[in-house]
Nanobody, 120 residues
Framework: QVQLVESGGGLVQPGGSMTLSCTAS????????MAWYRQAPGSQREMVAE???????FYTEGVKGRFTMTRDMSKNNVILQMNDLKVEDTALYFC??????????????WGQGTQVTVSS
């Protein structure tokens, strides 16, 4: 069984910083790309950032230069460092990971979500 456990989140003022962490675990599985998504009320879930097994990162246009995603392969842990936060960054943030077993069967998994609220 694959689990993604997120931490971080909360309330921050505009211009502030916040760090989100996600650790993936599971027996007899391998993890591929890991990503952060977010969903604001009334909006579709969107990818914020992704890091591949090789360390290649992708950022959605609105967070480039402000958010940084890093990955510790040995711990299956990803960090999303968010700087210069804006009100429009307010959303429920989800960790996502692709995992596959030795038979080659794979699937995407989700964390429970952590709320980030940017407000003065």
């Amino acid at each position: 069984q694959v689990q993604l456990v997120e931490s971080g989140g909360g309330l921050v003022q505009p211009g502030g910083s916040m760090t989100l962490s996600c650790t993936a675990s599971g027996s007899r599985v391998n993890f591929g790309a890991m990503a952060w998504y977010r969903q604001a009320p009334g909006s579709q879930r969107e990818m914020v950032a992704e890091v591949s097994n090789g360390g290649t990162t992708f950022y959605t246009e609105g967070v480039k230069g402000r958010f940084t995603m890093t990955r510790d392969m040995s711990k299956n842990n990803v960090i999303l460092q968010m700087n210069d936060l804006k009100v429009e960054d307010t959303a429920l943030y989800f960790c996502n990971a692709y995992a596959w077993n030795n038979a080659g069967s794979g699937s995407y998994y989700w964390g429970q979500g952590t709320q980030v609220t940017v407000s003065s």
